[in-house]
């Protein structure tokens, strides 16, 4: 019997089954590739949903974490310690707001900004207490707590995980007068993703997230971005929404944020709505760690130099030209994305996105199917040209294209 089938019985037998992983145990990686326990490699085409933007092992992040390690790695919020301050200074002048708020998982992040957005509504803009309502889209993905999965439209992510939280309200993506029907006098939020993930990579139409700023800001209503996979490069803009040139109320920011080390999550906002909250009110025994810290200043640092999202538009349109080429070719029926980023659409004829990223696999480069027959292509930013035009030549050979 194989190590690789010995490993997935072992793992079936013992965890829960959660997860439908693509049939490979890894054992190493570096850059873009990862080595199974068999000693074959795979191109990363994954990313590890956008945690990995900076690659496997890379260097800057690896010694940081390294140097971090034996100095002091975690002493809860009880106490200050001197990665702190300078982590969130850091961290704020990214986004261009005044403050953060550090938690650890994407969706404790977006709890947090539900949380910071309910009490902002009451204490601030003067919403009767226990009738604050969010607006969100269908098919949005922005984690898997009960609170979270209570305005998902996914059946898999919320069925039989009720009673749900209510003072949410759910409308189309990218559909502006939906959304200003369903703005009220209670909402204190816009909760969105400026492109939907898991949904399929689906960018909104031009001038949707300027149309959301504008009304939010017309009727005193935040808007929440959930960058926590389109964020930090992977456009090949620090945040998707300037894509827009639109600055969201409210940042949640997770993934690449930890730099594929450690989990490291934030909201990110101005004095006027983080500033709601006081001692005792909200926290994490994790949140804004050391090591987190030391890890995230140096993800923050290499933001600041514009490589990584100079290298995200560069190879993104490449990447989105050589994709482009496949579509009414029969295989494909759609592309979509923004930068290196992509969800492609494979014609149902030539097999499950499931499928496709099985044959893929055999052929040395992986993916994540999403929704039926799309597979989404987002490689770390550091991937060479020469890497993304092997990956493509192997997605063009499993699609008989
Ligand atoms: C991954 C993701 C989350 C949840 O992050 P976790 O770290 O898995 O909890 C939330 N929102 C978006 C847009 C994501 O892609």
Redesign the pocket.
């Known amino acids: 019997m194989s190590t690789t089938a010995d490993a997935i019985r072992s793992a079936d037998a013992h965890s829960a089954h959660n997860y439908h992983p693509l049939p490979l145990v890894v054992a190493s990686a570096e850059g873009a590739w990862m080595t199974d326990v068999e000693g074959r490699r795979y191109l990363d085409m994954l990313a590890g949903?956008?945690a990995l933007n900076f690659g496997h092992g890379n260097r800057r992040l690896i010694d940081a974490a390294r140097a971090q390690l034996e100095r002091v790695t975690l002493t809860s919020r009880a106490f200050h310690h001197d990665r702190f301050a300078e982590f969130c200074t850091e961290l704020a002048a990214l986004c261009g707001k005044e403050m953060v708020l550090p938690m650890n998982?994407?969706?404790?992040a977006?709890e947090t900004a539900v949380k910071t957005a309910r009490k902002w509504g009451y204490e601030v803009k003067g919403v009767p207490d226990g009738h604050a309502k969010i607006v969100v889209a269908a098919d949005n993905?922005?984690?898997?707590t009960t609170t979270v999965v209570s305005f998902s439209t996914d059946h898999d992510a919320r069925d039989h995980f009720g009673p749900y939280t209510p003072g949410f309200e759910i409308v189309p993506y990218g559909d502006l007068t939906a959304l200003a029907h369903a703005v009220t006098e209670n909402t204190v939020a816009v909760l969105l993703?400026p492109i939907q993930?898991?949904a399929g990579v689906l960018v909104p139409p031009a001038g949707y997230l300027r149309g959301v700023r504008e009304l939010t800001r017309e009727r005193n209503v935040l808007f929440m971005a959930?960058e926590?996979?389109?964020g930090l490069g992977r456009t090949g803009r620090t945040f998707a929404c300037e894509h827009e040139g639109v600055v969201p109320d409210v940042y949640?920011l997770?993934?690449a944020l930890g730099g594929g080390v450690v989990?490291v999550?934030a909201v990110v906002a101005d004095r006027d709505v983080l500033g709601v909250f006081r001692p005792g009110q909200h926290g994490s025994t994790f949140g804004g760690n050391p090591l987190a810290c030391a890890v995230a200043l140096e993800v923050i640092a290499m933001l600041r130099t514009g490589e990584f999202q100079g290298r995200a538009t560069e190879l993104g349109e490449h990447l989105h030209r050589e994709l482009n080429l496949l579509v009414g070719g029969g295989a494909v029926t759609a592309v979509r994305g923004r930068g290196l980023w992509a969800g492609v659409d494979i014609d149902p004829s030539r097999g499950t996105g499931r499928e496709i990223s099985e044959k893929l696999m055999e052929l040395g480069v992986l993916v994540k199917d999403t929704h039926g027959s799309t597979i989404r292509i987002a490689p770390p930013l550091v991937i060479s040209k020469e890497d993304l035009d092997w990956g493509l030549s192997q997605l063009r050979s499993v699609l008989g294209a």
């Open positions: 949903y956008s998982t994407g969706a404790e977006v993905f922005h984690g898997r993703e993930g898991e959930d926590i996979q389109s949640v997770g993934k989990p999550s």
